[in-house]
């Protein structure tokens, strides 16, 4: 009796926390944004007019695209500079290998915030990159094209999200089996030979599911965009934050956060299926 | 001859290109470090002026030392938490046969994998909406809901990993339930939970995100030195920030190795 009791009770609880910690905040969000901002205050009428309001202004989403097409350009470039320095360290033996994975792993854990205001320090106009720049004459006196802009932004993601795109690509590679890699230098085959008919096709799931998860990363970012974008950084996630806080519109934030969820979701689906591909 | 260079040029190639990754990662944090001990201005770097002095002045204010302690207890607790709800969801899952087993893993993953945007303006509206003020207890809610994904992850390989007719055999022997869990089941979890703990720590510790949403008045770690770096650069920013560098760089670490050990083998 009493464990028929216990039993029902911990049912009951399994079903509750997934409940309050997500089911009910995310349906309350989808509920809010059909709703409306009238003087300061929300009015719970049920109408599609955010999303219409989206559709119709070009400020809008054009600066969706423009953030769609600055998270491609991050994922791009963090797979072009991520593949090969997975692929060196997977080519390591014993424990520098683990060295190595470990040494590019935790700037993950090195403070977010911190990155971001350094890499501010870093691109700005008195900045190391200028210096570093100027003194071996690539630009004749230092340059604000790297700060304050789009540019920014993307170099800033890029360096905070490598780990996140070096990590996945590094596992892909530690599971194709050694001894394909071997069969194909055994038939004669050279590095560049085995890279591209073994290595690079039994990676390539696991890579761009890594990819995948850095376009969302970079995505939801709002805070890379305020800290080094300055006024004409604007990239989707940080329109969305200032309608929780100077511009106050929450049903119309819920909206656009609606559209993000939606983008978000179906990528990360199309990496879960990406990475059920995986042939080893 | 002829193909023992390509390969050699090649490694060379990714040598150069790791290396240039590694300096690239690294260099925020030694920048930061490093501008925290010695003095710099439009002048120059004064490299002879080098000293602590930054560090002991930021003992000194207290708005860093409250956003220290903001930030230490609503870890603990958020990874606590967390910690109790991944063994029972784990546990459940894993033994009794759960009956929305996988709706119940996706919800579970569900903040881990979103923008953190999301679940920050989604818990936001909500509390508003059932009247919970900002503060600690929201931002406790929002981290454990952050770091149950990786804590019910660690727990549930290791009871894969462990033997249920432990179990069975304990519960033959007359044990109840409650002393199966405490003698048999609890010294098989504990390594990972050990391991879980200091890495749902080491992102709490970090947590802005979702944090910026759910704070209100309170002032944690991320936030204290957001709010620093708009007003300008200054020494004292870079001494807490070394201090924050090395106490995730120390969390890591431990969770590193405790993941590579065999006591602590997850994945």
């Known amino acids: 009796m009493n464990y028929q009791l216990t039993r029902f009770a911990i049912i009951i609880f399994v079903i509750a926390v997934p409940g309050v910690l997500v089911i009910f905040p995310i349906g309350n969000f989808f509920l809010m944004s059909f709703w409306q901002m009238e003087n300061n205050q929300i009015v719970k009428i049920f109408s599609f007019s955010n999303y219409l309001y989206f559709f119709s202004s070009p400020a809008y989403w054009g600066t969706f695209l423009s953030t769609l097409y600055l998270c491609l350009k991050v994922s791009v470039i963090g797979v072009l500079v991520g593949y090969p320095v997975a692929y060196f360290i997977w080519k390591r033996k014993g424990w520098l290998k683990y060295l190595l994975i470990l040494l590019f792993i935790l700037p993950l854990f090195m403070s977010y915030i911190v990155k971001i205001y350094t890499m501010r320090a870093i691109l700005d106009l008195s900045g190391i990159l200028n210096k570093l720049l100027v003194a071996i004459h690539i630009l004749q006196e230092p340059s604000r094209q790297f700060i304050y802009n789009q540019t920014a932004i993307l170099i800033t993601m890029v360096v905070i999200f490598l780990p996140f795109i070096i990590l996945p690509i590094f596992l892909s590679l530690e599971r194709i089996p050694k001894n394909l890699v071997n069969a194909s230098s055994d038939l004669g085959a050279g590095t560049l030979t085995t890279l591209r008919h073994i290595i690079l096709p039994l990676s390539l799931p696991g890579t761009i599911s890594g990819a995948l998860f850095t376009f969302v990363l970079a995505l939801g970012d709002f805070v890379t965009p305020q800290m080094v974008g300055g006024p004409n950084g604007f990239t989707f996630s940080r329109v969305i934050w200032s309608q929780f806080g100077l511009a106050y519109n929450w049903p119309l934030g819920a909206a656009l956060g609606v559209i993000l969820f939606t983008t978000a979701l179906f990528i990360i689906i199309s990496a879960g299926l990406a990475s059920q591909q995986s042939k080893v | ?267």
Do not use: C
């Open chain 2, 1 to 267: 001859m002829y193909k023992i260079n390509t390969e050699r040029l090649i490694d060379i190639f990714l040598a150069v290109i790791t290396a240039g990754t590694f300096l690239v990662l690294y260099m925020p944090i030694v920048v930061n470090s490093i501008f925290s001990l010695v003095p710099s201005d439009r002048k120059g770097i004064h490299w002879e002026e080098a000293s602590f002095e930054w560090y002991w002045r930021l003992f000194e204010n207290e708005s860093v030392i409250s956003a220290i302690k903001a930030t230490l207890l609503i870890g603990v607790i958020a990874v606590v938490i967390a910690t109790f709800l991944a063994i029972i969801l784990a546990l459940y899952v894993e033994w009794e046969g759960a009956v929305f087993r996988r709706t119940i893993e996706l919800l579970v993953y569900f903040p881990f994998l979103m923008p953190p945007i999301i679940t920050g303006l989604s818990l936001l509206m909500y509390f508003d909406r059932i009247g919970i003020p900002r503060g600690e207890i929201t931002i406790i809610i929002g981290h454990t809901a952050l770091v149950l994904a990786v804590l019910y992850r660690l727990v549930l390989t290791r009871l894969r990993a462990m033997q249920y007719t432990l179990v069975e055999a304990s519960a033959d022997l007359g044990a109840t339930r409650l002393q199966t869990f405490r003698y048999v089941v609890w010294p098989q979890l504990r390594p990972a939970v050990i391991t879980g703990s200091v890495l749902a720590m080491a992102i709490s510790f970090d947590e802005t995100l979702i944090t910026v949403f759910l704070a209100g008045d309170t002032t944690t770690i991320p936030l204290r030195l957001w709010g620093m770096m708009r007003v300008g650069f200054k020494p004292e920013i870079n001494a807490l920030v070394t201090i924050v560098l090395l106490v995730s760089f120390i969390m890591a670490i431990i969770a590193a190795i405790r993941l590579k050990s065999p006591e602590g083998n997850e994945e």
